[in-house]
C-alpha cells in the first residue's frame, strides 16, 4: 500500500500540537505503508523518519490570500498551491490522508481520500467572533465564519472519511454530511518520554503554537489575571510560556517572573521542570496534545473544561478543572503548595496516557481505515 499525507508544513521538528498529530499518525500510517508526507514550504532532512519528506515551494503572502477569499475562507486561499495539486495527482497513491479541510482542493478527484480534522476550523473562526468587541474585526469574523462552514461542509460530503478527534466533532462532521467518521484521539510516545515526580519549585507552565489564537489569547490571559492571583498566595511562583511565534503582545509580558521562550527544540526538559501546566483555553477545538505531554512527563494539569474537551480525563484524579480566573489560580494554588495532591495527580495522569493515549494504541483505527480503502479502491 502506498500512501501521502498532505499537509500545511512540515512536520519536523514536531515544534507544535498540529505538527506533533501529524508526524506520530504518518509514523503509524508508515507501519502499514510506504508513505510519502507532501508539505508546503520548506522541509529538513527527515532520513530518520519512516516515510519521505517532500517539500513544495509556496507563497504564504498575505495579501494574495486575502485578494483570493472572497467566496472561499483566508486559510484555503493561503494553502492553495497548484504544485502540491500536481504532485498528488501526478503519483499513483492507494490512500491519501489530508491533514486540513483547508488542502482538501489539492486532492479533489482522487480516490481513497481521509480528512484529518485537528479542529472543527468553523467553530474556531466563530470563537474570533464571539472574543471580539470591535464592529469591523466581528463583522470580518462573521463572514469567515460562515465561509468556513460553508466550506467544511462541501469538504466533508467529498471525502471518503473523516478523522476527528472526539465523539462530539465526530457527531457535528456526521450532520454536515460526513460519509464517514472515525473518532482516533490525539495521543503521546510515552516510550520516548521519561516519567518523573512533579518539580519541587513553584514553577507554572503554558505551553503551545502562539501564531494560533486562542493559544495567544489563553497565555495572555495566564499572565495578566492568574498569574497575579497565584503570586498572591504563592509569591515565589514563575511563570514559563513555551512555544513558536509569540507575538509582541505575548513578548511584552516578559519579566522577572514571566519567560517567553520562544520555539524550543523539545519542550520536555522545560515540562519536566515544572510543578504545573495551567490551560485556560476559552476557544478553538480538538483535544490537547500539551496535557498529555505534560501528564506523560509527571506534571500535574489545571485547565478548563474547553482544555481538557474530549479526552475523557476525571477531575479530581487526573487533572483538576476550572473555568474562571480565580477557580484557575486556587486549583494551580493548591498544587504549588499541596505535595500529595501533586503525585496523586502526577501518577494517575501518567498512567492515563499509558492505558490510553499512546500513539501506537490511537492510530490502529486510522491505519486499519487506510487498509480498508486502498483495497476497496482497487
Known sequence: MRSLVVVGETPVPPTSGFRLRTLHLARQLAGAADVDVLALGPVPNADGEPFRLIGVPHNRSRARALATSLTRPYLAAKVASKKQAAIAHDSRYDTVQVESPFLVPAVAGLRAVVLDAHNLEHEVAASFLTAE????????????????????????????????TNATEARTFDAMGATRT????????????????????????????????????????????????????????????????????????????????????????????????????????????????????GVPVVSTRLGAHGLDLTDGHELLLGETPDELAEQAVRVLTDDALAGRLSQSGRAAVERTFDWSIVARPLVALHAELAGSSG
Do not use: Q
Open 133 to 164: 468587541r470591535r464592529a469591523v474585526p466581528r463583522a470580518r469574523w462573521r463572514w469567515e465564519a460562515a465561509k468556513t462552514r460553508r466550506f467544511e461542509s462541501a469538504v466533508a460530503r467529498a471525502v471518503d472519511a473523516v478523522c476527528v
Open 182 to 297: 472515525l473518532v482516533v484521539p490525539n495521543g503521546v510516545d510515552t516510550a520516548s518520554i521519561a516519567y518523573g515526580p512533579p518539580a519541587a519549585s513553584a514553577a507554572v507552565i503554558y505551553v503551545g503554537h502562539f501564531g494560533y489564537r486562542p493559544n495567544a489569547a489563553a497565555a495572555i490571559e495566564l499572565a495578566d489575571e492568574i498569574l497575579p492571583r497565584v503570586a498572591r498566595r504563592v509569591p515565589t511562583v514563575r511563570l514559563t510560556m513555551v512555544g513558536r511565534e509569540p507575538g509582541s503582545e505575548l513578548l511584552r509580558r516578559a519579566a522577572a517572573n514571566v519567560t517567553v521562550t520562544g520555539e524550543v527544540e523539545s519542550v520536555t526538559p522545560y515540562l519536566a521542570a515544572s510543578r504545573v501546566l495551567v490551560v485556560p483555553l476559552r476557544a478553538g477545538s480538538g483535544t490537547r496534545l500539551k496535557i498529555l505531554e505534560a501528564m506523560a512527563v
